[in-house]
C-alpha cells in the first residue's frame, strides 16, 4: 500500500501512568488523524452495540456513538500504530501470543458516551474474542484543538479506574493508549463537538482443549 503513511517507530515517549496502563502522545501524526476523520465522515454508519448474553443490543443509555467502516490506506495505518502500542504493552504484561481484533472507528456526537464497563467478557455466552480480551487499545482522533480538517470537541474524558480509583486519561489527537481489558473504564458524555477515536482490542485465542472443555 503505496499510500499508507509511515508510523514512526514508538514506543518512544510511552508514560505507564497506572499499573499496566500506557499512553504513547504521539503515535500517529495529526495528519492521519484528519484523514481518517474525513474517511468516517464519508463511511457507512451503524449504532453502537453493547455485548449482553450472547448478543448485541443496542442501548443508548450504556452506549451512543456510532461505528464506521473505514477502509482506506488511513485505517491501515491506524491499525499499524494500534498493534504496535499493542504489541509494546503486551510485552509488559507479560507477553503471549494474542490475536488482533479492530480497529473500530467510533463518533460520539454530543450527548454520546459509553458508560462504565469492562471490554473482557465473564459470560460464557459471550463469543471467545470478546472473553478473550487482554489489553484494549484505544487512539484519540481528534482533541480541544480544532485544526484543518480537524472539529473539535468538548467532554468526552476517557475515564480509567485502576485500583478502583478514577484516572482522567489525557489524551490528544493521535494518542493512543493501552490498558488491561478487564479495567473498567468509561468515555464520559461528549460536550460540544464530535469525538472520534479507534479501538482494538489484543485477545488470547483459547487453546483446542479449551474450546473442547467450553463445548462439552
Ligand atoms: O473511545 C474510548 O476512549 C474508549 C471506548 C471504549 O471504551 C470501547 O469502545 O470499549
Ligand atoms: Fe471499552
Request: hydrophobic share 45%; proline share 8%.
Amino acid at each position: 500500500m503505496a499510500d499508507t503513511p509511515h508510523i514512526p517507530a514508538f514506543p518512544t515517549g510511552a508514560a505507564e501512568f497506572a499499573p499496566g496502563c500506557t499512553v504513547w502522545r504521539e503515535a500517529i501524526p495529526r495528519a492521519l488523524c484528519a484523514r481518517t476523520i474525513a474517511a468516517m465522515e464519508a463511511a457507512g454508519a451503524r449504532q453502537g452495540t453493547v455485548l449482553r448474553r450472547g448478543g448485541e443490543e443496542h442501548d443508548p443509555a450504556m452506549r451512543a456513538c456510532t461505528e464506521h467502516a473505514v477502509s482506506a490506506p488511513d485505517a491501515a495505518a491506524v491499525a499499524q500504530a494500534l498493534r504496535t502500542a499493542g504489541a509494546a504493552a503486551l510485552r509488559a504484561a507479560g507477553g503471549g501470543h494474542p490475536a488482533f481484533d479492530g480497529p473500530l472507528f467510533c463518533r460520539y456526537a454530543r450527548g454520546g458516551h459509553f458508560r462504565a464497563h469492562r471490554d473482557r467478557s465473564h459470560d460464557g455466552a459471550d463469543n471467545a474474542v470478546v472473553r478473550g480480551r487482554r489489553i484494549s487499545l484505544v487512539c484519540l482522533l481528534n482533541d480541544a484543538e480544532a485544526t484543518p480538517g480537524m472539529p473539535a470537541f468538548d467532554g468526552g474524558a476517557l475515564v480509567l479506574y485502576p485500583e478502583r480509583r478514577p484516572v482522567n486519561v489525557p489524551l490528544a489527537a493521535g494518542a493512543i493508549v493501552a490498558f488491561p481489558a478487564d479495567l473498567l473504564h468509561e468515555v464520559r458524555p461528549v460536550r460540544l463537538g464530535i469525538r472520534y477515536a479507534a479501538v482494538a482490542w489484543l485477545f488470547d485465542v483459547p487453546t483446542p482443549e479449551e474450546t473442547q472443555h467450553a463445548q462439552s
